[in-house]
């Protein structure tokens, strides 16, 4: 009697792999033999008692971070036996694999003689201090890591009579009508994150506005993942501003 099972096509050996011991795929003490070429374990049994029932589990690993959303796995297993006719049976599972960004927004505070004092609201000629940071975080398992060929794009744009003064990231922004920050899609790459960036954005109230005007200001992240998909984050954080004491 042979029993064969074809395992999934999709087994590549860098992002899809099988590497199991055949000795934990023993079944009534045969060793499958493993053929790489065409991915089939295939038992030859000589004799086999009726009745007999056994199982073994056959482990495939992914590599955490891949491109491998939506791919779906198929394997089938045949027997045929001398007096018994050819039966199949097959399984499939599906891969999900997910981008973890995270995006935060807030205001820290104003300057005084140089010194952050926590605020969460702003005066006129004020200097402000905005928080913001971007992660794409690395789980156990299912997730999608950035694309190392693209740049993110953050974009910031300040509230309503706000003029950039300088930033902590350690780069300056391309200045418009938003500030706009490139950073390398791997920047502060670790065991957590694919990747990390956390700055401050200090700006000044500058305009004089009617007050207890609520402004708002926003911030975007635009990443590629190496899968082709984009994913676009947002965070607003609104204020209010008064006039000068």
């Known amino acids: 009697m042979t029993l064969v099972i074809s395992l999934p096509k999709e087994i590549n050996g860098s992002t899809i792999i099988f590497d199991q011991d055949l000795e934990e795929l023993k079944i009534n003490g045969q060793l499958p033999v493993f053929d790489e070429d065409k991915l089939t374990l295939t038992y030859h049994f000589e004799l086999l008692a009726g009745g007999i029932e056994s ?10 971070g891949s491109a491998l959303n939506n791919v779906e796995l198929d394997i ?6 001398t007096n018994l006719e050819l039966k199949k049976m097959s399984e499939s599972v599906t891969l999900s694999a997910d981008a973890n960004v995270s995006l935060t927004n807030i205001l820290d505070g104003i300057l005084i003689d140089d010194k952050l004092v926590t605020k969460s609201s702003v005066r006129y000629e004020d200097t402000a201090v905005f928080s913001t940071g971007i992660s794409v975080m690395k789980l156990e398992s299912g ?41 390398d899609s791997n920047m502060n790459e670790d065991e957590d994150y694919y990747f990390n ?9 500058d305009t004089e506005i009617v007050p207890f005007t609520k402004v708002v200001n926003t911030a975007t992240a635009s990443i590629d993942f190496i899968d082709g998909s984009n994913q676009l984050k947002n965070s607003g954080h609104s204020l209010y501003c008064y006039a000068k004491l």
Do not use: H
């Not at 902590?168 to 920050?181: D, K, Y």
């Not at 960036?197 to 109230?205: C, G, K, Q, R, Y």
């Open 143 to 183: 997730t999608l890591k950035t694309d190392k060929n693209k740049q993110i794009k953050f974009t910031y744009k300040l509230p309503e009579g706000f003029t950039y003064v300088s930033n902590s990231s350690g780069q300056e922004p391309t200045i418009g009508e938003e500030l706009v920050w490139l950073f």
């Open 76 to 81: 089938e297993a045949s027997i045929e036996a």
């Open 197 to 205: 960036m956390n700055f401050t954005i200090v700006a000044s109230l």
């Open 55 to 64: 199982s073994v589990s056959i482990k495939i690993t992914t590599v955490n």
